[in-house]
T-cell receptor
Framework: DAGITQSPRHKVTETGTPVTLRCHQT?????MYWYRQDPGHGLRLIHY???????DKGEVSDGYSVSRSKTEDFLLTLESATSSQTSVYFC??????????FGPGTRLTVL | GENVEQHPSTLSVQEGDSAVIKCTYS??????FPWYKQELGKRPQLIID?????GEKKDQRIAVTLNKTAKHFSLHITETQPEDSAVYFC?????????????FGTGTQLKVEL
């Protein structure tokens, strides 16, 4: 597996609380992505980054924000978590080629 | 935006048989089509991909075909084995050489029975 880690791996939180998920890579890849995976929907892109401090919205960005202050770290923040954001979140990276490689995922439950 | 449809949602085959999973896409500008395999509780793993300038690509027991005119692409697995049991996802994107926003299909649960 590519050098991608995600933290935490599991989290249970309550509605209305802020949550930050971290993706860390050791591949020095330029591009990083956040996806969510839900039954019946496959994987859907939330936000992506094409460089330090360069980010853009994906298909399902409402309720999420991201930051990338270093090449190796891409943070996903839920400012005020809702039950609809209960999901498995995957980070992915890609470099000079088009192939995207995924991290191990974070299972988030919002009660 | 791009829309990717994937069929079937579940597929059961006998060990040694072939399996075919089909996807269609909507944006004629899409030029990159990867396939991912995801085992239960694991991350998606890239197994093969194809670009729009190629009609077919093979890697051992796995092959992918692309029909740009019809805007569909398929994954073919021959001589299936129990370890092929997993969920398979197709995806499509427009890429200009580094960085691309993948749109995924909804997945196919493949079960290879002994």
């Amino acid at each position: 597996d590519a050098g991608i880690t995600q933290s935490p791996r599991h989290k249970v939180t309550e509605t209305g609380t802020p949550v930050t998920l971290r993706c860390h890579q050791t591949e020095n890849h330029r591009y990083m992505y956040w996806y969510r995976q839900d039954p019946g929907h496959g994987l859907r892109l939330i936000h992506y980054s094409y460089g330090v401090k360069d980010t853009d919205k994906g298909e399902v960005s409402d309720g999420y924000s991201v930051s990338r202050s270093k090449t190796e770290d891409f943070l996903l923040t839920l400012e005020s978590a809702t039950s609809s954001q209960t999901s498995v979140y995957f980070c992915a990276i890609s470099g000079l080629t088009d192939e995207q490689f995924f991290g191990p995922g974070t299972r988030l439950t919002v009660l | 935006g791009e829309n990717v449809e994937q069929h079937p949602s579940t597929l059961s085959v006998q060990e040694g048989d072939s399996a075919v999973i089909k996807c269609t896409y909507s944006d004629s500008a899409s030029n990159y089509f990867p396939w991912y395999k995801q085992e239960l509780g694991k991350r998606p793993q890239l197994i093969i991909d194809i670009r729009s300038n190629v009609g077919e690509k093979k890697d051992q027991r796995i092959a992918v075909t692309l029909n740009k005119t019809a805007k569909h692409f398929s994954l073919h697995i021959t001589e299936t084995q129990p370890e092929d049991s997993a969920v398979y996802f197709c995806a499509a994107s427009i890429t200009t050489g580094g960085g691309n926003k993948l749109t995924f299909g909804t997945g196919t649960q493949l079960k290879v029975e002994l």
